[in-house]
C-alpha cells in the first residue's frame, strides 16, 4: 500500500509511466470503442489530456504510442510505413497542443479551478489546430505512398475532414474545460514506490491493447457463472462512480470506500456474476436466454424496475437482453415469492443516484474482436424541482459470432458478407420527475429493439424484438401516510422464423404482439425519520428488512394476437389467436414486535382469468435492529399460467430433436408453499453466511409428451415436487499490498418428484470464488485494480428440453479483469475463460472460447 511522502520528497519514479500508460491505453480503447464511426474519434481528445498532466514532450510521446498501437493492431491490415508515421505525428500533435492550451489556462494557486478553466473557444481553437494536422499530415502520406492523382485523394477527404474538424471542435470545446483542470493538479504529486511497477503498467497496458486486436475474440454471451449463495446481495452500482458511501463504522477496519465493483453491461452478465441465478444462454448477443434457480420455479425470476414489473408474462417476450442495466442498481430481492403473485424469484431495479445534489453524466464501453461493441450513456441532473433522466445502451455483434455447432460455411449461402449473422440489442429510456412539498411525480418512457440471427433453441434462423414502455409513478406523504401509487403500460411483439436472401421475406415469418399493463397503489406508514419525500427505503445487508404495506393493491391485464398460420408441425393449434385476461390482487400487512424480534405478515388474495381465488401470503421473523443476523420465512401461494402455456404453440430444437410445445388453455393456478431461512455471522475475521430452503410444489405446470409422439406434447397441471437448497459462503477483507476481498460460496439442492416428469432440473451444486485487490499509487486515486472470479457449475438438464433427458456437461470456467483508475476514469483490460476451452452453453451452442476485450468507464459530476 502506498501513502503520500512528506512535503519535502517528492517522486516522479512511478507517476510518469503509470500516466503515460493510463492516457495511451485509454486512448486506444476510445479509438476501438468509435471505430465503426468514420472519423468520429476521442483519441485527440485524450491525448491532449494527456498534455495537460505530462507535458509538451510527454504528451506528444503519449499521442504517438497510441497512434501506433491502434494502426499496428488494426483489424484492416498493418499501413504504409510513411502513413503509420504521419498518424503518430499528428496524434502527437495533439499532446502538445493540450499542453500549450493548458498552459494558457493553468488555475492560478488558491482559485477556483473552474472559474480559471472557461476558456471553451481556447479548447476548440486546440481541436482545430490538431485536426487540421492530423488530417493534413496523413493525406499527404497517401498520396507520397500511392499513386493516386492529388485531385481524387483531397476531393475524397473534404467530406471526412469535414466531419472530423467538426465532432473535435465540439469535443474539445465541451470535454476539455470541464477535465483540464482536474488534471492539471496531477503535474506534481507526492507518492512513494517502485519505478518497476509503473513501468510495467504502462507497458502492461500498452500490450493489452495490441493483444486486444491480435487475439480472436468475440464478445457474446459469455459462460455463465455460478449464482450468489447470499440470498439477498447488496445493490451493485451501474457506473464508475461507484455504490453509495457507507459510513466507515460499516466497513471493514474502518475503510472509507467500499472495494471495486467492475460493472456489468448488460442484465445478464450482473447475473452471472452476483445474482442467485445461473445463466443459460442460447450463443451470443441477443440468442435466448434463460435464469435458472430452485427445481420447480417454471421460469425466470420477475424484474420490478422503480416499482414497475418488466416485459408482458410472455416466456418468448420477456426477453432478458431488453432488461436495461444503465442508470440502475440491480438487487436479487428475493428467490422465492415476488409479491406480484409469482414464485420464480424477484430482481428489483433501483435508480442509481449516488449523489443527487450533483449533474452524473457517464459513459460505459467494451471493444472485443470480431466487430463485437456494447456503449452504455446515462444521464441525471442534479435535485431541484424538475428533474431529468436518460440512458441509452447497445450491445452489438456486427460480424454474428457462429456459437452454433455448424461450420460456418453452412451459411454462405445466407450471408453474402460471409459471416454467419448478426446480434444487436439498442435501447433508451427518458424519465422526467417532479419534485413535490409532500412528495414527488415522475412519467418515464422507454423503448428498445433486438435483432438476432440464428437461435438454435428455437428452432429459427431470424428474429426481432420491439419494445415500449411507459409509466407514470407517484409518492405522496399526507400526515402518518405514505401512499404510492403507479400505473404502468408494456408492449413486446416479437417476429421470428427462417432466415431469407433479398428483400422479400417468407410467408412463414410469424409475429406475437403481447402487452401488459396494470396500476398498483401500496399504502404505508411514513417513516419518521424520512425528512426527503424523494428518499427510499435503505436496502442490502446493512438494514431491516422493510415493513410491507399496511394495504397493496394491484390490477394488472395481459393481450396477445399471435398470428400463428402456416405452422404444420402445431396440428390443429394452427390458428390465428386473439386473448386477454388479467389478475387481481389484495394485500393487508403488518409488523409487531416479539420480544427481541419484529414479526412481519402480509396477507393476500389472488382473483382473475377465470382462476378463482387462490393465496399469496407471507410471514417473515428478524432480530430487530440494523444488519439482522438471522430471518426466517414462510410463503403461501402459487402462480398463475403464462400467456404462452395458455395460447401458443412453441417449437424448441434440442439435440437434433424439434420438441413441439402446444398450449392448453384450461390451465389452473400452481401450488406452492415455500420456508426459508438465513443465518450470518462473524467468526475468526471471516464474514459466514448459510441459508437454505425448503419448496413443496403440487398442481405445478408441466410439459407431458403424447403417447405416439414423444417429441410433441402439451402443458397440464399435476407436477407434484418437493425440493431442498442449501446456501453457504465465507468472505474476508484485509490488507495485502493493498486492500483484499476474497469471498467463496456455493449452493447445493436436491428435489423428490412425487408425480408427474419433472422437465429441465437444475444442476445439483455450483460454486464460486471470486478474489478483488487493488493498490492506490496516489491517495484515493492511481487505482490498480483485480477481480478474478473462478466457477463451477455440476452437470445439469438444458433448460430448452422439456424432455429433462440432454444433460449438459460440468464447466469450469476463469474470468479475470485488470482495471486502472484514474480521476474518474476507469480502464479495464477483460480476460474470460481463461482456460480457453470450448464450453457447451447449450445442447446447440458453444462458447468461443477465450475472449479478451478493453473496457472504459468515464463519469462526470458537476
Known amino acids: 500500500m502506498t501513502e503520500p511522502n512528506p512535503p519535502s520528497r517528492h517522486s516522479t519514479t512511478v507517476r510518469v509511466p503509470v500516466l503515460m500508460g493510463l492516457f495511451a491505453g485509454t486512448a486506444v480503447g476510445a479509438g476501438y470503442l468509435l471505430a465503426g464511426i468514420p472519423n468520429v474519434e476521442l483519441m485527440s481528445l485524450v491525448a491532449a489530456l494527456g498534455g495537460v ?29 510513411l502513413l503509420l508515421a504521419a498518424q503518430m505525428a499528428g496524434l502527437g500533435t495533439a499532446g502538445v497542443a493540450g499542453a500549450v492550451a493548458g498552459r494558457r489556462g493553468r488555475a492560478v494557486p488558491g482559485a477556483a479551478p473552474r472559474r480559471s478553466w472557461r476558456s471553451w473557444p481556447l479548447a476548440a481553437l486546440a481541436g482545430l489546430v490538431v485536426t487540421v494536422v492530423y488530417d493534413g499530415l496523413t493525406n499527404l502520406a497517401i498520396l507520397a505512398s500511392f499513386d493516386f492523382p492529388a485531385g481524387v485523394v483531397l476531393a475524397g477527404a473534404l467530406p471526412f475532414f469535414l466531419v472530423h474538424m467538426a465532432t473535435n471542435v465540439a469535443f474539445f470545446a465541451v470535454i476539455f474545460p470541464n477535465l483540464a483542470p482536474r488534471l492539471v493538479q496531477l503535474g506534481s504529486p507526492r507518492v512513494t514506490g517502485r519505478a518497476g511497477i509503473g513501468t510495467v503498467i504502462a507497458v502492461a497496458t500498452a500490450v493489452g491493447a495490441w493483444a486486444l486486436c491480435a487475439t480472436p475474440s468475440a464478445v457474446g454471451a459469455g459462460v455463465p457463472v455460478a449464482a450468489d449463495s447470499l440470498a439477498w446481495p447488496a445493490p451493485t452500482a451501474a457506473d464508475s462512480l461507484g455504490p453509495p458511501a457507507l459510513p466507515a463504522s460499516r466497513l471493514p477496519h474502518g475503510w472509507k470506500r467500499q ?49 414497475v414489473p418488466l416485459g408482458t408474462g410472455h416466456v418468448l417476450a420477456d426477453d432478458l437482453w431488453l432488461v436495461g442495466r444503465e442508470g440502475v442498481a440491480a438487487q436479487a430481492a428475493s428467490p422465492g415469492f415476488d409479491g406480484w403473485g409469482g414464485t420464480s424469484g424477484l430482481v428489483n431495479l433501483s435508480r442509481l443516484d449516488v449523489d443527487p445534489v450533483q449533474a452524473v453524466s457517464s459513459y460505459r464501453g467494451i471493444k472485443g474482436r470480431h466487430e463485437s461493441y456494447y456503449r452504455g450513456v446515462d444521464l441525471l441532473s442534479s435535485r431541484s424541482d424538475w428533474r431529468l433522466g436518460f440512458s441509452f445502451e447497445e450491445s452489438l455483434d456486427n460480424e454474428g459470432y457462429n456459437h452454433t455447432t455448424l461450420d460456418d460455411e453452412s451459411f454462405a449461402e445466407l450471408s453474402p458478407d460471409g ?91 410469424r409475429l406475437l404482439e403481447s402487452g401488459r399493463q396494470g396500476l398498483r397503489v401500496d399504502v404505508r406508514r411514513a417513516a419518521a425519520s424520512t425528512g426527503n419525500p424523494d428518499a427510499s427505503v435503505e436496502t442490502g445487508p446493512f438494514a431491516t428488512p422493510a415493513a410491507p404495506p399496511l394495504l397493496s393493491v394491484s390490477a394488472t391485464s395481459w393481450a396477445l394476437r399471435d398470428n400463428g398460420t402456416r405452422l404444420a408441425w402445431a396440428g390443429a393449434d394452427t390458428v390465428p389467436v386473439t386473448a386477454d385476461s388479467g389478475e387481481l390482487r389484495v394485500a393487508l400487512g403488518g409488523e409487531r414486535v416479539l420480544g427481541g424480534a419484529v414479526a412481519r405478515l402480509e ?33 403461501w401461494g402459487g402462480r ?10 412453441l417449437r424448441q430444437s434440442v439435440a437434433g430433436r424439434d420438441l413441439a410445445v402446444l398450449p392448453n388453455a384450461g390451465l389452473e393456478r400452481e401450488k406452492s408453499l415455500r420456508a426459508e431461512g438465513q443465518v450470518r455471522a462473524r467468526a475468526a475475521g471471516l464474514d459466514l453466511a448459510v441459508g437454505a430452503s425448503l419448496r413443496h410444489l403440487t398442481d405445478g405446470i408441466h410439459w407431458i409428451a403424447q403417447d405416439d409422439d414423444p417429441d410433441r406434447g402439451r402443458w397440464a397441471n399435476g407436477l407434484e415436487m418437493r425440493t431442498w437448497r442449501l446456501t453457504a459462503a465465507a468472505a474476508r477483507e484485509g490488507r495485502f499490498a493493498g486492500w483484499l476481498r476474497l469471498k467463496g460460496e456455493g449452493t447445493w439442492q436436491g428435489f423428490d418428484v412425487a408425480v408427474g416428469p419433472a422437465g429441465p432440473l437444475p444442476p445439483g451444486n455450483w460454486q464460486r470464488l471470486r478474489l478483488d485487490w487493488e493498490n492506490h499509487f496516489f491517495k484515493e486515486d492511481g487505482i490498480l485494480q483485480v477481480s478474478l472470479v473462478t466457477t463451477r457449475r455440476a452437470a445439469g438438464n438444458d433448460p430448452w428440453d422439456l424432455t429433462g433427458t440432454v444433460t449438459l456437461p460440468v464447466r469450469v470456467n476463469h474470468d479475470l479483469l485488470v482495471g486502472f483508475r484514474l480521476v474518474g476514469a476507469h480502464l479495464v483490460l477483460g480476460l474470460r475463460n481463461l482456460a480457453g476451452d470450448q464450453q457447451r452453453l447449450t445442447s446447440g451452442a458453444l462458447s468461443p472460447g477465450r475472449e479478451m476485450d478493453m473496457r472504459l468507464e468515464w463519469a462526470f459530476r458537476q
Open 53 to 81: 498532466a505530462l507535458g509538451p514532450a510527454r504528451g506528444a510521446v503519449v499521442g504517438a504510442l497510441a497512434a501506433g498501437v491502434f494502426s499496428l493492431a488494426s483489424p484492416y491490415g498493418l499501413p504504409a510505413p
Open 259 to 307: 472495494l471495486w465493483e467492475p460493472f456489468t453491461p448488460t442484465f445478464l452478465a450482473w447475473a452471472e456474476r452476483d445474482s442467485p441465478w445461473l445463466t443459460y444462454v442460447d450463443g451470443g448477443i441477443g440468442a435466448a436466454a434463460r435464469l435458472v434457480g430452485e427445481a420447480g420455479a417454471a421460469s425466470s425470476p420477475l424484474i420490478v424496475r422503480d416499482g
Open 640 to 649: 398463475a399460467p403464462r400467456s404462452d402455456e395458455l395460447w401458443t404453440p
Open 419 to 509: 459471416f454467419t449473422g448478426e446480434g444487436k440489442v439498442r435501447q433508451s429510456r427518458t424519465r422526467i420527475e417532479r419534485l413535490l412539498p409532500q412528495g414527488s411525480v415522475s412519467v418515464e418512457f422507454s423503448s428498445g429493439r433486438l435483432t438476432r440471427d440464428e437461435l438454435p433453441a428455437l428452432a429459427a434462423g431470424h428474429l426481432e424484438a420491439w419494445d415500449r414502455n411507459a409509466a407514470v409513478r407517484m409518492r405522496w406523504l399526507s400526515g402518518p401516510w405514505d401512499l404510492r401509487p403507479v400505473l404502468f403500460w408494456n408492449e413486446r411483439d416479437v417476429q421470428w422464423g427462417p432466415r431469407w436472401v433479398g428483400a422479400t421475406p417468407p410467408a412463414s415469418l
Open 603 to 635: 396477507l393476500g388474495a389472488l382473483g382473475g382469468g377465470g382462476l378463482g381465488v387462490g393465496p399469496d401470503a407471507r410471514l417473515a421473523l428478524a432480530p430487530a435492529g440494523v444488519d439482522p443476523r438471522w430471518e426466517a420465512a414462510i410463503n
